[in-house]
Each structure stands twice: as structure tokens, then as C-alpha cells.
């Protein structure tokens, strides 16, 4: 069935670059998302990536698509306090599907 | 565009009572969603409508939950009766079927029901 897996904390010094990492089980998926959740609000859609590509760049972001092993990643360089949040990686095919999020801790 | 247009914001009822959620999508959107959002289970679907029919309801947790969209314009999600653990906050989203950019989610509604 579709499953999505993704670690649920992550600490990360201001300044620094931080990486989340995601795990997808259904390989017809045909995009994949990383949305963000800040504390009392909705998901908002950071980016997203085709299936058919590896790597996806957007200002500090880097997404990373590895299909074979069904592995994608979010890069944010020169984290920041703003950057504080949820992350849910998700997958779609004819429906999305989220993670359980990775909560992004920024320390001083 | 207003975006996604969820109310009431917070709902506190007691066990038992019924419960009813509104949702507006983002105008010209012909999909909507529902979702569940617990520390525990994370972001669980419950239904689905495109072009207000519902596709795909396999996630409501009972038959105390029923779904509604009347029109584009508007959806309901009903719970009675009500029971304590169904506090969680549930969440609308919309898209444009052909749009793969994504969903637009709503600011939530947080349930209590104590």
C-alpha cells in the first residue's frame, strides 16, 4: 500500500544547512511534494518535483529525487529562525498521500 | 483569491453532541479534501470530492462522520454523535484537478470534544 516515512525531529544550529529525508513506497507516484506546517496554521506547498527528475533547485531550497530507491530530501541552506516548523514530505498519483512530518528545530 | 476558507476556527462541544465543519474552496477548484490532523496518526484522508461527487471516502473513521458538498462553493463534514476522541484538528484542502502543483489547505479547525 502507499506509505510515506520520514523521521519526526530534527535539530539544526541557525546558519547551518538543514536536510530532511523521506522515504515513498509507491513507485507510480507522479509527483512529490514538501509542504510546510508553521504552529496554528494549514499545510503550505514549499515545492514539488516530477518523478522524472532528480533534482529540483528554488532559491534556498534543494529537493533531491532518488526514484530507484524511492528516497527523496529537502535541503534548506543557511537555515534560519523562520524556517521553524512541520515538514511533510507527500506523494501522489491519483491522490496525495503525507508523511507524519519532520519537526524542524532551529537551535542559537 | 481568499484561499481556503475553513469555520469555525476552534469548536469545543460536549460528548455526544453534533459537530459540523464548513469548508469553502478556492473558487474555480473542482477537488476537495478532508483531513484529519492527531499527534498520534499524523494527516489521515477521509474523503474525497471531484466536481462535488465524493470519490473516495475509504478514510472516514465510522458512520458518525458524513461528508457534503451541495455545490463548488461550499462542503460539510458532520460528526454525531461526538466523542472524545474525535478531538483533532481537520483540515480542507482544494485543488484544480489538472493543477499537479498541489494542494491549498484551509487554516484548520481545531475540534475539543470534552
Known amino acids: 500500500g502507499e506509505d510515506v516515512e520520514q523521521s519526526l525531529f530534527l535539530s539544526v544550529r541557525e546558519g547551518d544547512s538543514s536536510v530532511i529525508n523521506c522515504t515513498y513506497t509507491d513507485s507510480s507516484s507522479t509527483y512529490l511534494y514538501w509542504y510546510k506546517q508553521e504552529p496554528g496554521a494549514g499545510l503550505q506547498l514549499l515545492t514539488y518535483i516530477f518523478s522524472n527528475m532528480d533534482m529540483k533547485q528554488d532559491q534556498r531550497l534543494t529537493v533531491l529525487l532518488n526514484k530507484k530507491d524511492k528516497h527523496l530530501s529537502l535541503r534548506i541552506a543557511d537555515t534560519q529562525t523562520g524556517d521553524s516548523a512541520i515538514y511533510f514530505c507527500?506523494?501522489?498519483?491519483?491522490?496525495?498521500?503525507f508523511g507524519k512530518g519532520t519537526r524542524l528545530h532551529i537551535l542559537p | 483569491d481568499a484561499g481556503v476558507i475553513q469555520s469555525p476556527r476552534h469548536e469545543v462541544t460536549e460528548m455526544g453532541q453534533e459537530v459540523t465543519l464548513r469548508c469553502k474552496p478556492i473558487?474555480?477548484?473542482?477537488?476537495l479534501f478532508w483531513y484529519r490532523q492527531t499527534m498520534m496518526r499524523g494527516l489521515e484522508l477521509l474523503i474525497y470530492?471531484?466536481?462535488?461527487?465524493?470519490?473516495?471516502d475509504s478514510g472516514m473513521p465510522e458512520d458518525r462522520f458524513s461528508a457534503k458538498m451541495p455545490n463548488a462553493s461550499f462542503s460539510t463534514l458532520k460528526i454525531q454523535p461526538s466523542e472524545p476522541r474525535d478531538s483533532a484538528v481537520y483540515f480542507c484542502?482544494?485543488?484544480?484537478?489538472?493543477?499537479?502543483?498541489?494542494?491549498?489547505f484551509g487554516s484548520g479547525t481545531r475540534l475539543t470534544v470534552v
Open positions: 507527500a506523494e501522489s498519483y491519483d491522490k496525495i498521500i
Open positions: 473558487s474555480g477548484h473542482n477537488s
Open positions: 470530492f471531484n466536481n462535488n461527487v465524493p470519490i473516495d
Open positions: 484542502a482544494s485543488s484544480l484537478g489538472t493543477d499537479r502543483s498541489g494542494y491549498t
